[in-house]
């Protein structure tokens, strides 16, 4: 972000003009005080949980390499999902990888297998099922194909070789573009009771 010098009894106006303080409302000042504090509190604890957050996964995979090293192994590679638990079992750290994933050409194999199935079943398909696939292939409000109605066709089982093609395209179809890692804190005020996450989202605090 570009920033330029503002002259001493001068404030800048969204359109980047420079304007007299002395014209500027008492409560307009006050509104960019408190912003502009607010503001720069909220950086400094984004930075601290960013931080932490750093410092939480260095400190499991170190855990993670003794544990490995305990059996002769040296912990790398892919990570994976992992928990660790206070010895009383009412404090967990859990790290969840969560993939993100799109389709690959198989899918209009998949749907030209599924269309020809619905056709010869049409007077034996009930309306429910055909709304169903028809609404998988359906693309949502940001112009995307609905990733789990389609991957969701799967738990159907039915004996027509065509549909069991079909599902083994959309199988195929699937490609992992990216992977992110979440790492959650959860506690609970006794083994016998459920966990409960740790809220560090300021909208969940």
Not at 123 to 137: G, N
Not at 148 to 169: C, N, V, Y
Request: hydrophobic share 40%.
């Amino acid at each position: 972000m570009t920033t330029i010098e503002i002259p001493a009894g001068f404030m800048q106006d969204a359109e980047g003009r420079l304007v007299p303080e002395s014209v500027v409302k008492p409560e307009h000042k006050q509104e960019d005080r408190l912003v502009r504090e607010l503001i720069e509190e909220a950086l400094g604890v984004s930075g601290q949980l960013a931080a932490f957050r750093q410092r939480s996964y260095q400190d499991i995979q170190a855990h993670l390499q003794l544990v490995a090293e305990q059996y002769g192994v040296t912990h790398g590679g892919k990570k994976g999902n992992v928990s660790l638990t206070s010895y009383d079992g009412t404090l967990r750290v859990q790290i969840a990888v969560g993939e993100f994933i799109d389709f690959g050409p198989e899918l209009q194999v998949a749907k030209q297998l599924i269309d020809e199935c619905l056709t010869n079943w049409s007077d034996k398909a009930p309306d429910e099922l055909k709304a169903i696939v028809t609404d998988a292939f359906k693309v949502n409000k940001e112009g995307k194909l609905d990733k789990d109605r389609i991957l969701g066709l799967r738990r159907f089982k039915f004996e027509d070789g065509r549909w069991q093609r079909a599902m083994q395209a959309i199988s195929d179809s699937v490609r992992v573009t990216r992977s992110k890692e979440y790492i959650r804190f959860y506690r609970r005020p006794s083994p016998d009771q459920d966990f409960v996450q740790i809220p560090l989202a300021l909208a969940n605090v």
